[in-house]
């Protein structure tokens, strides 16, 4: 009866310890980036800009998983212009904001300031670019995130920042 005991028992830890190995874990993390931009006075004159970040997941709950990121959703992906000071009129003639090549947004005739004070937030809901977004980090750990383009900004400088939020549920495997 020992022996039979004995050979269940080891029969359970060693269906146990290989179920242990192939585990899968669902974790959530929440990523607010605040990136600084400064344009200079432009003197009348529209200027080109061209500003980077570089935006790192693993932080947060994902901290602690580097490198072990199996599968990667992002569940929502919204930026704000937020903390704006200088010229009130200044504004993006043309830009686009981007994450590693996936464009975002493309603003035109764009007053950073109104959205600012506003509080505009603006939500991605391309489906395409969330999973492209997505299998970028699966992949890496970090991505650049670019805002380029020209502005005119006649009466004084422009400084602000961009508030970019991602929310999102990766799959871990050990």
Do not use: W
């Amino acid at each position: 009866m020992k022996r039979i005991l004995y050979v269940c028992v080891s029969f359970f830890i060693l269906v146990s310890c290989e179920t242990i190995e192939n585990i899968e874990l669902k974790v959530e993390n929440n990523l607010t980036e605040r990136i600084p931009v400064r344009i200079s006075q432009t003197a009348n004159m529209e200027e080109s800009f061209d500003f980077t970040n570089t935006l790192d997941i693993h932080s947060g709950d994902f901290s602690q998983f580097e490198n072990k990121i199996a599968e990667l959703t992002i569940m929502h992906l919204s930026y704000a212009f937020i903390d704006f000071t200088g010229d009130t009129n200044g504004s993006i003639t043309s830009g686009v904001l981007e994450i590693d090549d996936v464009v975002i947004a493309e603003k035109t005739d764009f007053n950073v300031s109104t959205a600012a004070a506003a509080g505009t937030v603006f939500h991605v809901t391309d489906v395409e670019k969330l999973q492209r977004i997505a299998s970028i980090f699966t992949g890496d750990i970090d991505a650049v995130v670019r805002l380029k383009g020209a502005v005119l900004s006649e009466r004084d400088a422009m400084d602000f920042k961009i508030e970019l939020r991602l929310d999102m549920i990766a799959t871990m495997k050990e």
